[in-house]
């Protein structure tokens, strides 16, 4: 690839364009075939990635160390349209298809006549974003000749220096020094949490209401955590109602710092990291005040001496009086159960129903948060 000053972080995406012609082939089995080929991106002799482009079978090869999409067969990984819902488009007058392969922010990008038939995170492709992404120095065609691209361009588009500070108004807190911030924000709200990369992690983010918590996000490590509505399900954990979870989606470092997204609504608590969903938690009526709007956030830290940071998203309109008013007689239970029932919204059932696969409250509640 040619070589540019800007380095993996601050590159704003990096293009390979090539036009291609359909090529006959004879296959090894007899028949001709129509294959616009494979373009794979390399690090000296190392082959990092591979994409293999094919028209007539109407799927796309891919070959890399870690990923693992669609059915494997002859060393590569075949995605094809039946299992993620696209196709090739038609080709040009003269049988030719210009394809567009992009390192985005978050995603390798494979498009053809501006149509996109790929996207894969680089998740599914490396454990090391940075690495990855700067190691690649070459661009190799598997054909030459008649196979070669018609046309060829590279493009590394760069940020400019004066415009790759982060937008985002970060505040640090530590195990020593606890972070109070207030919340205003409509009926979406949005949480940053940064830390470096290469470090393990156990925070708490609390959301409070203007008299009361609410709830809290907490996180033990890259792989688990737990979000606890206070005065929810029986409220046999400090008077309420807590969650565990794993998280088996890669973490993606965003140059020096991972960032933790955490959106909460009305109806749902989601916690992404680099446009990745790592897990997400609907609320039903046994979580209590997890859907009560945030008006203060505050953090806690254990068992890490470093620093994070905090960062809000944007404030926007808050929810009208009347409508989180009609969300509260919506949701709250009117009754409390015994200990040996579940609390649906308009009635108690037998504990035994809950989590059966069989949904007996009228919401489903009891069906939510399965494992």
């Given at each position: 690839?040619?070589?540019?000053?800007?380095?993996?972080?601050?590159?704003?995406?990096?293009?390979?364009?090539?036009?291609?012609?359909?090529?006959?082939?004879?296959?090894?089995?007899?028949?001709?075939?129509?294959?616009?080929?494979?373009?794979?991106?390399?690090?000296?002799?190392?082959?990092?990635?591979?994409?293999?482009?094919?028209?007539?079978?109407?799927?796309?090869?891919?070959?890399?160390?870690?990923?693992?999409?669609?059915?494997?067969?002859?060393?590569?990984?075949?995605?094809?349209?039946?299992?993620?819902?696209?196709?090739?488009?038609?080709?040009?007058?003269?049988?030719?298809?210009?394809?567009?392969?992009?390192?985005?922010?978050?995603?390798?990008?494979?498009?053809?006549?501006?149509?996109?038939?790929?996207?894969?995170?680089?998740?599914?492709?490396?454990?090391?974003?940075?690495?990855?992404?700067?190691?690649?120095?070459?661009?190799?065609?598997?054909?030459?000749?008649?196979?070669?691209?018609?046309?060829?361009?590279?493009?590394?588009?760069?940020?400019?220096?004066?415009?790759?500070?982060?937008?985002?108004?970060?505040?640090?807190?530590?195990?020593?020094?606890?972070?109070?911030?207030?919340?205003?924000?409509?009926?979406?709200?949005?949480?940053?949490?940064?830390?470096?990369?290469?470090?393990?992690?156990?925070?708490?983010?609390?959301?409070?209401?203007?008299?009361?918590?609410?709830?809290?996000?907490?996180?033990?490590?890259?792989?688990?955590?737990?979000?606890?509505?206070?005065?929810?399900?029986?409220?046999?954990?400090?008077?309420?109602?807590?969650?565990?979870?794993?998280?088996?989606?890669?973490?993606?470092?965003?140059?020096?710092?991972?960032?933790?997204?955490?959106?909460?609504?009305?109806?749902?608590?989601?916690?992404?990291?680099?446009?990745?969903?790592?897990?997400?938690?609907?609320?039903?009526?046994?979580?209590?005040?997890?859907?009560?709007?945030?008006?203060?956030?505050?953090?806690?830290?254990?068992?890490?001496?470093?620093?994070?940071?905090?960062?809000?998203?944007?404030?926007?309109?808050?929810?009208?009086?009347?409508?989180?008013?009609?969300?509260?007689?919506?949701?709250?239970?009117?009754?409390?159960c015994s200990w040996d029932e579940f609390t649906c919204v308009d009635r108690c059932i037998p504990i035994g129903w809950e989590c059966d696969g069989i949904k007996d409250c009228n919401g489903g509640e009891d069906e939510f948060d399965c494992y």
């Amino acid at each position: 690839m040619v070589e540019t000053s800007c380095t993996p972080s601050s590159w704003v995406q990096e293009t390979v364009t090539a036009t291609r012609k359909l090529t006959k082939l004879e296959h090894k089995f007899g028949t001709t075939m129509q294959w616009n080929g494979d373009i794979a991106f390399h690090a000296g002799d190392e082959e990092l990635l591979l994409i293999g482009l094919h028209p007539e079978w109407n799927n796309i090869a891919v070959r890399n160390g870690m990923f693992a999409r669609g059915r494997s067969e002859w060393g590569y990984w075949w995605v094809d349209n039946e299992s993620d819902g696209w196709s090739y488009p038609a080709s040009n007058d003269d049988f030719s298809r210009e394809y567009i392969f992009s390192f985005k922010e978050d995603n390798f990008v494979v498009t053809c006549q501006n149509e996109v038939l790929l996207t894969i995170a680089y998740g599914e492709l490396t454990a090391d974003t940075q690495e990855f992404l700067s190691s690649i120095d070459s661009v190799k065609f598997k054909f030459e000749g008649e196979g070669a691209p018609k046309a060829f361009q590279h493009a590394r588009t760069c940020q400019d220096p004066d415009d790759s500070e982060d937008y985002r108004d970060w505040k640090t807190f530590s195990l020593s020094d606890q972070l109070t911030m207030t919340v205003n924000s409509g009926p979406e709200e949005t949480y940053f949490v940064r830390f470096p990369c290469s470090d393990s992690i156990w925070f708490k983010l609390f959301l409070d209401g203007e008299t009361e918590q609410n709830s809290h996000i907490e996180l033990f490590s890259r792989t688990r955590g737990n979000i606890y509505c206070n005065k929810g399900g029986y409220r046999n954990w400090y008077g309420g109602q807590r969650t565990d979870f794993n998280i088996y989606s890669s973490w993606q470092c965003d140059g020096q710092f991972m960032i933790l997204e955490v959106v909460k609504t009305t109806e749902q608590i989601v916690l992404k990291n680099g446009g990745n969903i790592l897990y997400s938690k609907q609320l039903g009526t046994r979580d209590g005040n997890c859907y009560k709007k945030t008006d203060e956030v505050r953090t806690q830290v254990w068992d890490y001496d470093g620093e994070l940071s905090l960062a809000l998203g944007d404030s926007t309109e808050e929810a009208t009086e009347e409508a989180t008013e009609e969300f509260t007689r919506t949701t709250d239970p009117p009754t409390v159960c015994s200990w040996d029932e579940f609390t649906c919204v308009d009635r108690c059932i037998p504990i035994g129903w809950e989590c059966d696969g069989i949904k007996d409250c009228n919401g489903g509640e009891d069906e939510f948060d399965c494992y």
